[in-house]
């Protein structure tokens, strides 16, 4: 019964002095935030980020950006994924980004045929798979704030092209120069579009804290 009595009264002691769990530190490793992709052409971006670990991260991206001109409309998109591998991890990094492009550009001339002059509006649709291979620097802050900068290139492949002229039919222009008229109108754009174009990327990310 003695015993029974001592070891009652130790008990409150000995939860008092056992080891508390520990609360497991916030981990920021969900980023969100937007930029500007320097590629032909310049756009706007906003971006998802996934911190791995500090080695990797991997994201996503969708780029936007329109030209509302009278002679010349153009609209292009961008959606993508990316991974980034740190290299010691530190801020330095490479890239590799592989997306969806598309564009859509229309432009208006005169064409004179005789005596009747016509304006044309010349409709070039792209859609096409990029890869874009990057190396970068990418700050980390306490307070979970990132400046991404990067510079690389733009690699198109698994393009498309279509073309449209309004109107369809103008009056007294030979099928030849018909022909000639369109191929010239493809090449204005395919010149920019199909082709490795340099790029720079810079980008603000906050990275919001979450407990594991």
Same mark, same amino acid.
């Given at each position: 019964?003695?015993?029974?009595l001592l070891v009652?009264a130790f008990?409150?002691?000995?939860?008092?002095?056992?080891?508390k769990?520990?609360?497991?530190?916030?981990?920021r490793d969900?980023?969100?935030g937007?930029?500007?992709?320097?590629v032909?052409?310049?756009?706007?971006?906003l971006?998802?980020?996934w911190?791995? @670990?500090?080695?990797v991260t %991997? /994201? =996503?991206?969708?780029g936007?950006? *329109?030209?509302?001109?009278?002679?010349?409309?153009?609209?292009?998109?961008?959606?993508g994924?990316e991974?980034?591998?740190?290299?010691?991890?530190?801020?330095?990094?490479?890239a590799?980004?592989?997306?969806?492009?598309?564009?859509?550009?229309?432009t208006?001339?005169?064409?004179?045929?005789?005596?009747?002059?016509?304006?044309?509006a010349w409709?070039?649709?792209v859609?096409?798979?990029?890869?874009?291979?990057?190396?970068?620097?990418?700050?980390?802050s306490?307070?979970?704030? @990132?400046?991404?900068?990067? %510079? /690389? =290139?733009?690699?198109?492949?698994? *393009?498309?092209?279509?073309?449209e002229k309004?109107?369809?039919?103008?009056?007294?222009?030979t099928q030849?120069?018909?022909e000639?008229?369109?191929?010239?109108?493809a090449?204005?754009?395919k010149?920019?579009?199909?082709r490795?174009w340099?790029?720079?990327?810079?980008k603000?990310v906050?990275?919001?804290?979450?407990?594991?």
């Amino acid at each position: 019964m003695r015993s029974l009595l001592l070891v009652l009264a130790f008990l409150p002691g000995l939860a008092l002095g056992a080891p508390k769990a520990e609360k497991k530190a916030p981990v920021r490793d969900i980023g969100l935030g937007g930029g500007i992709f320097t590629v032909y052409p310049p756009m706007v971006t906003l971006d998802g980020a996934w911190r791995l @670990s500090k080695w990797v991260t %991997a /994201g =996503l991206a969708a780029g936007y950006v *329109t030209v509302p001109i009278e002679q010349f409309a153009g609209t292009s998109t961008y959606f993508g994924l990316e991974g980034k591998y740190f290299l010691t991890g530190g801020n330095w990094h490479a890239a590799l980004a592989v997306g969806r492009r598309t564009f859509e550009i229309t432009t208006k001339n005169d064409l004179t045929v005789g005596e009747k002059t016509t304006e044309v509006a010349w409709t070039r649709r792209v859609a096409q798979t990029v890869a874009y291979p990057q190396v970068g620097w990418m700050s980390w802050s306490k307070g979970g704030d @990132s400046l991404i900068l990067a %510079a /690389g =290139l733009v690699v198109p492949f698994g *393009t498309s092209f279509s073309m449209e002229k309004d109107p369809d039919v103008i009056p007294g222009l030979t099928q030849e120069n018909l022909e000639t008229e369109e191929t010239e109108r493809a090449d204005d754009v395919k010149g920019v579009t199909h082709r490795t174009w340099p790029s720079m990327t810079v980008k603000f990310v906050h990275f919001f804290d979450w407990i594991r």
